[in-house]
Each structure stands twice: as structure tokens, then as C-alpha cells.
């Protein structure tokens, strides 16, 4: 399923970047030790063990990818801002946490 990227998306590489690409190809060699867990025949328990263990890191993935672009793309979007302004920009950051 391919997504249309928006008008005002742009190519850029964050510091976090090659962290994240780590963690997920880490991940994707992780999912095809599953696949041949399942293939083998190994315990159901097992293998959603590891599931769970792929799944996590996936999850950190985004939620680490999330909190970049919070901190530098919105922050770039928006401009400077006075302390009263910030307000509601520093609350949906925070919120954001719990992703």
C-alpha cells in the first residue's frame, strides 16, 4: 500500500535517521529468523515471543521517527515562536510521548 506523500514533504536525513534504518534492518533480518521458526515447525510460544520482540522494535522505530519530525520538521514549519506561543506546540509533544 503506497501513500501519497504531501505537498510540502522534502528530502532530508536526520540525526536519528541512520539509527532508525539500524534498528529496522535489525528487525527485518529478525522477522525472517520468525518466518523460519514458523517454517520449521517450532513452538507457538516461541515464535510469538519473537514476534512480539520484532514488533517492539518496529513500534520504537516509528514512535523515534514521530518524535524527530515533532522536533525538527514542526518546529521548522512554524518559525520562532514566543514562550506563550509555544504552549500548544510543547503540549502536543508531550502527549506524543505516550505513542
Request: one cysteine or more; charged letters at 25%; glycine letters at 6%.
Given at each position: 500500500?503506497?501513500?501519497e506523500a504531501p505537498a510540502h514533504a522534502h528530502t532530508h536525513v536526520h540525526e536519528?535517521?541512520?539509527?532508525?534504518v539500524k534498528?529496522?534492518?535489525r528487525a527485518d533480518g529478525h522477522l525472517r529468523s520468525v518466518?523460519?521458526?514458523?517454517?520449521?515447525?517450532?513452538?507457538?510460544?516461541?515464535?510469538?515471543?519473537?514476534?512480539h520482540a520484532v514488533e517492539?522494535?518496529?513500534?520504537?522505530?516509528?514512535?523515534?521517527?514521530?518524535?524527530?519530525?515533532?522536533?525538527?520538521?514542526l518546529e521548522g514549519a512554524v518559525?520562532?515562536?514566543?514562550?506563550?506561543?509555544?504552549?500548544a506546540i510543547d503540549e502536543f509533544r508531550a502527549i506524543a510521548r505516550y505513542l
Open positions: 500500500m503506497e501513500v536519528t535517521h541512520p539509527e532508525i534498528r529496522l534492518k518466518i523460519e521458526m514458523i517454517e520449521s515447525g517450532r513452538p507457538c510460544v516461541d515464535v510469538a515471543q519473537q514476534l517492539k522494535a518496529i513500534a520504537q522505530a516509528k514512535k523515534t521517527l514521530i518524535h524527530d519530525h515533532l522536533d525538527h520538521c518559525g520562532p515562536l514566543a514562550a506563550g506561543d509555544r504552549a
